[in-house]
């Protein structure tokens, strides 16, 4: 497998092709140890990514930094129910969230490791009677809290409190090179870009369409690894090139 190491970054700027198809929050910590959110959305589907501790509910409310001003929820608790809705005009919001009758959240995966639960759920980014999630980079407002047990009811001590996420382009949609694959993504030291069809060069970007690395790819080999610790924490995009063919992928470099 080939080697490259990438050197101090160049600020060339150039144009690239506007094909963003996925959006993501990234990971985001939540103020409680162990405990973080992660907001992807695709065109037709939002995921949610949920940490905290095992003993605890855990509770997100979307579009609002209150109570009263959030109508829709996601709230992990000992009942089946994940989709709840609060009462943002009576009691301003202060009332005890009810399960809708409509439960639109899919749980994907609820798993307990070493006492930190980490839940996967999805829904449509349109869901009637629920908050409509964007497939765009706009900022998404929430508000998180967690319970002293499992069994939701008001929080007490463990105040809710607003969260503010910026998101950015996960993904490109893909072109002409056959399955491209750049594996771990995201990255914090070495990734591997690997192609059907081999490779001629591999051009690096930074969201604003500067250059950060070009470099020719001497090797035919399937897997090419580039190290990336040497790049700023953040998101880049990759051009991979093959003759005149070209793809595009994003990584997040942690």
């Known amino acids: 497998m080939k080697k490259y190491l990438l050197l101090p970054l160049l600020l060339t ?3 690239i092709p506007v094909a963003f198809g996925q959006y993501t929050s990234a990971t985001h910590g939540l103020g409680w140890p162990n405990t973080t959110i992660r907001i992807d959305t695709s065109p037709t589907t939002v995921t949610l990514t949920l940490k905290g ?13 209150t109570m009263a001003t959030v109508s829709d929820m996601f709230i992990w608790n000992d009942t089946p129910d994940r989709d709840y809705t609060t009462d943002a005009v009576g009691n301003s919001g202060h009332n005890m969230p009810v399960p809708d009758a409509d439960q639109s959240w899919t749980i994907v995966s609820d798993t307990v ?5 980490t839940i996967v759920a999805t829904r449509a980014l349109v869901s009637a009677g629920d908050y409509t999630f964007l497939n765009n980079s706009s900022f998404l407002q929430i508000i998180y809290a967690q319970g002293a047990t499992t069994t939701l009811a008001y929080h007490d001590t463990n105040v809710h409190y607003p969260v503010g996420l910026n998101r950015f382009v996960l993904a490109l949609e893909d072109f002409s090179i056959t399955a491209p ?3 771990p993504n995201p990255s914090k030291g070495s990734l591997t870009v690997q192609t059907k069809t081999g490779l001629d060069t591999i051009v690096i970007y930074s969201q604003t369409g500067a250059v950060v690395q070009t470099f020719a790819v001497n090797s035919k080999k399937e897997g090419n690894e580039v190290a990336v610790n040497g790049l700023a924490t953040g ?13 595009y992928k994003n990584v997040v470099v942690e």
């Open 53 to 65: 501790e095992s003993t605890r509910w855990l509770g997100v409310g979307f579009g609002g930094n």
């Open 113 to 117: 490791t070493a006492g930190i639960r």
């Open 181 to 183: 694959r750049i594996f």
């Open 235 to 247: 998101v880049y995009i990759f051009e991979l090139q093959n003759g005149s063919e070209k793809t």
């Open 13 to 15: 700027f150039t144009s």
